[in-house]
């Protein structure tokens, strides 16, 4: 069975610092991986994916992911958090023919100034 | 614009009256899901569809009726409401069923069941 763990439903850091927020993956076949943030009272929006290319995954607003197959592991950073950054971040995990999607249950990222 | 639009944003309904959140995208996709989220739960799929007419159970379809007579439109159909049926819904769509497309949500409908 595909699943999607994220270590911490809630982080907390200071603007500037470096953000880190981690997921891992059990998957039977070779995964996709996904990051979304979601916004107070919004839907969705996709950060960043990987899909089999570069490991190393550049997305929106300057985070990025890497695939480690050996970890099974998808962190997502970011070098400098901004006040705006503040959201709550799920990781997924694409599977069963590209059609079901697993979500992790998310982190709240806190941003102090 | 290219959306996702979901209606009502809000809702607020007894056990047992049956209810249909609409979902409609204009992006002529094929692949359209429903999602509730739950604090503590993250969000966990209800039912997809692939395209018109085919439609497959997610991870917690119990309680839940979908149907997809047009490829724009998924509604989300309870037919008996209960209290456990309280959250947030989360309708979506991509390009291709096949494939790693990026998945577009809507807003979100609050539902609460009393």
């Known amino acids: 069975a595909q699943s999607v763990t994220q270590l911490g439903s809630h982080v907390s850091v200071s603007e500037g610092a470096l953000v880190l927020l981690r997921c891992n993956y059990s998957?039977?076949?070779?995964?996709?991986l996904f990051w979304y943030v979601q916004y107070p009272n919004q839907g969705l929006q996709l950060l960043l994916k990987?899909?089999?290319?570069?490991?190393l995954v550049k997305g929106i607003n300057g985070f990025e992911a890497e695939f480690k197959k050996s970890e099974t592991s998808f962190h997502l950073t970011k070098p400098s958090a901004h006040m705006s950054d503040a959201a709550e971040y799920f990781c997924?995990?694409?599977?069963?023919?590209?059609?079901?999607?697993?979500f992790g249950i998310g982190t709240k990222l806190q941003v102090i100034p | 614009e290219a959306q996702v639009t979901q209606n009502p944003r809000y809702l607020i309904t007894v056990t047992g009256k049956k209810l249909t959140v609409t979902c409609s995208q204009n992006?002529?996709?094929?692949?359209m899901s429903w999602y509730r989220q739950d604090p503590g739960l993250g969000l966990r799929q209800i039912y997809y569809?692939?395209?018109?007419?085919?439609?497959d159970k997610g991870d917690v379809p119990e309680g839940y009726k979908v149907s997809r007579k047009e490829k724009r439109n998924f509604p989300l159909i309870l037919e008996s409401p209960s209290p456990n049926q309280t959250s947030l819904y989360f309708c979506?769509?991509?390009?291709?069923?096949?494939?790693?497309?990026?998945?577009?949500f809507g807003p979100g409908t609050r539902l609460t069941v009393l």
């Open positions: 979506a769509s991509k390009g291709s069923s096949g494939g790693t497309d990026t998945q577009y």
């Open positions: 998957s039977s076949v070779p995964p996709y």
């Open positions: 990987y899909t089999s290319a570069a490991t």
């Open positions: 997924a995990l694409l599977s069963g023919g590209y059609q079901k999607v697993t």
């Open positions: 992006m002529n996709h094929e692949y």
């Open positions: 569809s692939m395209n018109v007419e085919v439609t």
